[in-house]
């Protein structure tokens, strides 16, 4: 920013603590940072700000009157994505392709406690029960076909590591973002196929009007008998009901979730009782590196605004319209 020219308002919604409010100040010259701990704060600084890091309301965004760009903290867009803001000249951008790598390995925990039984082995363990050989369920994952549906950076690094051990890879998407030798990425339109070849299917899929639901009923009839689901995308892309009563008829056998349509899962959810299911708490991104990740892309992100450069992840709004 050159001398003279007006500063730029950021505000920062929940307070992120000292070290980011630090990084954030000194991210470009003529940034003046605005921070909110909590919600009356917010709708009353809102209308100051140029630019928004965190959390945006319906009632912020109507109180707001330069609000020019919002940075969200996740990669998640549910939360904003009601109709004014849709509908708003204001650019969003989100925090997408920052764990790519991290939520890959959680799947791939998942796929080798499964391929070795352990779910079955910890319980034992627990219960002091020493199995028999004859008593394991345990199988070799190289030849089996792993189907990524959502081909973005999340699908891309799962497909590098089922490439690893020898299991070959089909994928579905739209509009994929990543790209991986020897996969090729099928639209949306063969689905089914890829249902009835794959013994893993890894739902990676962001929620989207198109994607809300999309696991239905329907859709695990036409799994592979005896394949294995997992989500790590997003929670309402499942219908739980219908994963519930494919697993209990025997179709599947077994799933493994991270997300789930409603959380935290209801204590009383017939999954958490099933011996084939893995039920891990909304917890696969979570690694050091996330929020040092995280950090950087929003410095950048701002320093990009304040310069009037193109900002990262910047996110259609058009699809959810």
């Avoid at 070799?140 to 076909?145: A, D, F, K, R």
């Avoid at 739209?174 to 996969?183: I, K, S």
């Avoid at 198109?210 to 036409?222: M, V």
């Avoid at 950087?296 to 320093?303: G, Q």
Wanted: aromatic share 8%; net charge negative.
């Amino acid at each position: 920013m050159t001398k003279g020219m007006n500063p730029v308002y950021l505000l920062v919604f929940p307070d992120p603590g000292p070290r980011w409010r630090e990084a954030l100040a000194a991210a470009a010259p003529g940034v003046e940072l605005l921070v909110a701990g909590e919600d009356r704060e917010a709708l009353r600084l809102i209308a100051e700000a140029d630019a928004l890091y965190g959390t945006l309301t319906p009632e912020m965004l109507r109180a707001a009157r330069r609000l020019r760009w919002v940075q969200t903290s996740m990669a998640g867009l549910e939360r904003y994505m009601f109709p004014e803001l849709v509908a708003s000249s204001v650019t969003l951008t989100n925090a997408r392709g920052l764990y790519s790598d991290v939520i890959a390995d959680h799947v791939f925990s998942y796929i080798l406690a499964f391929a070795r039984d352990l779910p079955r082995l910890l319980r034992a363990q627990r219960e002091r029960r020493w199995l028999r050989q004859s008593d394991i369920n345990t199988f070799q994952l190289q030849g089996l076909t792993a189907g990524v549906v959502g081909f973005g950076g999340i699908g891309a690094e799962v497909a590098r590591r089922a490439q690893v051990v020898g299991m070959p890879v089909l994928a579905v998407d739209p509009a994929p973002h990543g790209t991986v030798e020897g996969v090729d990425v099928w639209g949306p339109e063969r689905l089914s196929e890829l249902l009835a070849a794959a013994d893993f299917v890894i739902a990676c899929a962001p929620e989207t009007p198109e994607t809300r639901g999309l696991f239905d009923a329907e859709r695990f009839g036409q799994m592979k008998p005896g394949a294995r689901f997992i989500n790590v995308g997003r929670g309402r892309v499942v219908q739980l009901a219908a994963l519930t009563a494919a697993l209990e008829g025997g179709h599947l056998a077994g799933a493994a979730l991270d997300v789930y349509e409603t959380e935290p899962l209801p204590a009383d959810h017939p999954l958490w009782g099933m011996e084939q299911v893995i039920l891990t708490p909304h917890s696969a991104a979570y690694a050091v590196p996330v929020e040092e990740r995280r950090l950087a892309l929003v410095v950048d992100n701002v320093r990009r605004f304040v310069a009037g450069e193109p900002l990262r992840n910047v996110v259609t709004k058009e699809r959810w319209s």
